[in-house]
C-alpha cells in the first residue's frame, strides 16, 4: 500500500523559506510521477511541483517556478519541497502525491499546512 506522510509545513514571514517532507512506502520511485501540490477543499489543484515517470524531468508551476524545488531521496524515500521567496499567495494545505501522470490522483498523504504572513 502506497504511504505518504508529509512534515514541515508552518508559519513563516513573506520573503522566508521553508522546507517539506514527505516519507514514502509502498512503491518503487520510479514506476511513478510523484509530486507536491497545495489545494483547498472544493478546489483545484494549484502550485504544482511534480518529478515525472522515471524522473525523466521536474515540472513546476509558473506561479512557484524559481522559488520552489523539487527532490527525492532515494536512500530514505523522502521527498522534498524547498520553498524560497514565499509569498501571502502561498498559503495553503499542500499535499504530497503519486500517480501515472502529473495529474498525481493516485493517492496523496494527509497535508501539511504553510502560512505565509505579510
Known amino acids: 500500500e502506497i504511504q505518504l506522510v508529509e512534515s514541515g509545513g508552518g508559519l513563516v514571514q513573506a520573503g522566508g523559506s521553508l522546507r517539506l517532507s514527505c516519507e514514502t512506502s509502498?512503491?518503487?520511485?520510479?514506476?511513478?510521477?510523484i509530486g507536491w501540490f497545495r489545494q483547498a477543499p472544493g478546489k483545484d489543484q494549484e502550485a504544482k511541483s511534480c518529478?515525472?515517470?522515471?524522473?525523466?524531468?521536474?515540472i513546476y508551476a509558473d506561479s512557484v517556478k524559481g522559488r520552489f524545488t523539487i527532490s527525492y531521496d532515494n536512500a530514505n524515500n523522502t521527498l522534498s519541497l524547498q520553498m524560497n521567496s514565499l509569498k501571502p499567495d502561498d498559503t495553503g494545505v499542500y499535499y504530497c502525491?503519486?500517480?501515472?501522470?502529473?495529474?498525481?490522483?493516485?493517492?496523496r498523504g494527509q497535508g501539511t499546512q504553510v502560512t505565509v504572513s505579510s
Open positions: 502525491a503519486v500517480g501515472f501522470g502529473c495529474e498525481l490522483k493516485l493517492r
Open positions: 509502498g512503491f518503487t520511485f520510479a514506476e511513478y510521477a
Open positions: 518529478i515525472t515517470h522515471r524522473a525523466e524531468r521536474t
